[in-house]
């Protein structure tokens, strides 16, 4: 899918990031997509004929690939109609994911228009995963309390993290 699978070759964000800067000479690397910057986006994709594939429909397809023989025909009905239910959930989702689209479109366009490292500088600023650790080291009791985890990410009492007598590391 275009969103799943950021390098492939039917990559519509690709090749219409590749041709931006070129309508758009007075871009910054500040630049973030808008409304108008998406749809334009949505405009050129229908135009190449763009069909959305979700991860799941590309599992899917990847499983529909490898079925053969009777076993298939056992599988055919339950997995056209599995199919069925993800096109419409995947219509929906190109209708109303624009703030992943405005992520992608950005990215790529920064990416190709001045290079990686103004497309990264964009992501940490938007990164949920970046915005937390900001707000983790910014808090010093917070800060802290992540030395003091056995593991992080678990409870306490779900750790698998062996105790040792003699190694007290502080």
Do not use: C
């Not at 023989?69 to 109303?96: A, F, Q, S, T």
């Not at 992501?123 to 808090?139: C, F, H, K, M, S």
């Not at 105790?163 to 007290?168: I, K, R, V």
Request: charged letters at 35%; hydrophobic letters at 35%.
């Amino acid at each position: 899918g275009q969103l799943n699978g950021f390098f492939t070759l039917n990559n519509q964000f690709f090749h219409y990031a590749r041709g931006y800067h070129l309508k758009h000479p007075e871009l910054t690397p500040d630049f973030v997509a808008g409304r108008e910057d998406i749809a334009a986006f949505r405009a050129y994709a229908e135009k190449r004929e763009f069909e959305y594939v979700s991860e799941a429909e590309a599992h899917v397809q990847e499983l529909d690939k490898v079925a053969e023989g009777e076993e298939y025909k056992k599988l055919e009905k339950p997995l056209n109609r599995l199919i069925d239910e993800i096109d419409k959930i995947e219509e929906k989702h190109w209708d109303e994911n624009e703030e992943l689209i405005a992520w992608r479109l950005t990215f790529d366009i920064l990416e190709k228009s001045f290079d990686l490292q103004a497309a990264e500088a964009y992501n940490v600023t938007v990164d949920p995963q970046v915005e937390e650790a900001r707000r983790v080291i910014a808090d010093p009791t917070e800060y802290e309390m992540w030395f003091e985890k056995r593991e992080i990410g678990v409870q306490q009492d779900d750790s698998i993290a062996q105790e040792d007598a003699g190694d007290d590391v502080q």
